[in-house]
């Protein structure tokens, strides 16, 4: 052991297992932890708000540089509550995109999903671009953490999941600290405007497509047993993506903004 006061931090891929150190996060490392600090040293360099990797303690875990701030876990921080929250949202995600598109992971490329190198007209997501992973201090976005889903793709990928996240396009928000149901198709256009490269519908349509890869993802990994897939099988995670597919349909289509082959199934 380090000897040292270890503070659990809430969230993580696997609950329980990351900790702070005085202003260092602890977490085991896995195949992927090269790639990943090869990314985020590339990002310091863009001085993009994400951890700095400063190696490995000496108990063999992967040492981060924490962000001081608050993460938007439930309640959601009053501005994102607000417009003005989901715009820093995209606007953070193309500063982001903009960060990443020049960089080249290095040889052997290993991510968590399994080694792959970014394709024509890829670039390295961040996936898993929500609030939870997004850390506040005084109303302003400063930091983004967890990245061990970083992994080769398309940048609608993080935008449709992100801004599915946000708005947030799911029918419950007891936890989120609305007073009452948000105008979701003001945010989602108030995000689309600030990121800048998609329409709302744009959106929409790369929604089904990263819940549909998800979904099958979580059924194929937690089939083999396979964390954090399997873990979030076990916890409903699985189920409630089916739900959530469900009710997006039928907001979408109240809406106008339900895709063309999404239409066409129902």
Known sequence: MTGLDEEPLAGGLESGRVVRIGETVRRPPGPWTATIH???????????????????????????????GRAGNWPWPPALL???????????????????????????????????????????????????????????????????????????EDAAFAASQCVPLRENIAPLGFASPPDRRARLEAFAEAYGAFTAAELIAGLFEVSAANIGRMERLGAQEIEPWNGWVRRGLLSRTHDEMAWLRGWTATEGLLPEVQAAEM
């Open 82 to 156: 607000e417009l003005r929250g989901v715009r820093q949202i995209a606007e953070l995600l193309t500063d982001y995109h903009g960060a990443v598109a020049d960089f080249t992971p290095p040889s052997p490329v290993v991510w968590r999903q399994g080694a792959c190198d970014p394709a024509p007209g890829e670039i390295v997501l961040h996936g898993d671009f929500g609030p939870y992973n997004l850390i506040w201090r005084d109303e302003e976005l400063v930091g983004v953490i967890d990245w061990d889903l970083a992994h080769p793709g398309r940048p609608i």
């Open 38 to 68: 090869a990314l985020l040293t590339h990002l310091q360099g863009k001085r993009f708000p994400a951890p700095l990797p400063i190696g490995f303690d000496e108990v063999g875990r992967e040492t981060l540089s924490f962000i001081d």
